[in-house]
Nanobody, 117 residues
Framework: QVQLVESGGGLVQAGGSLRLSCAASGTIFIFGAMGWYRQAPGKQRDLVATITPGGNTNYADSVKGRFTISRDNAQNTVYLQMNSLKPEDTAVYYC???????????WGQGTQVTVSP
């Protein structure tokens, strides 16, 4: 069983940047895709971005042009570079592994991102 551990969250002012990391305990090639989800207070968990083993990416409209998902297959690590952060980006961010299709089957513990006005 591959475990996913996120890091890099924190408090940042609007307009700032953060880089989240997701370290996997085993090869991430077992997943059809890796992704990031987020859950804001009082809201449902929503997709942020996904990346395939070949590097193809998909983003939620709300983060397009601001966030970049990437992966280092050799290090079994997935990243989320977040630029031009907005207060509405405040959420717990979860790294996800997707065995089949777009539905996450493996979740990290989450890392808090707080963006102040």
């Amino acid at each position: 069983q591959v475990q996913l551990v996120e890091s890099g969250g924190g408090l940042v002012q609007a307009g700032g940047s953060l880089r989240l990391s997701c370290a996997a305990s085993g090869t991430i090639f077992i997943f059809g895709a890796m992704g990031w989800y987020r859950q804001a207070p009082g809201k449902q968990r929503d997709l942020v971005a996904t990346i395939t083993p070949g590097g193809n990416t998909n983003y939620a409209d709300s983060v397009k042009g601001r966030f970049t998902i990437s992966r280092d297959n050799a290090q079994n690590t997935v990243y989320l570079q977040m630029n031009s952060l907005k207060p509405e980006d405040t959420a717990v961010y979860y790294c996800t592994g997707h065995l089949l299709g777009s539905i996450p089957t493996t979740w990290g513990q989450g890392t808090q991102v707080t963006v102040s006005p």
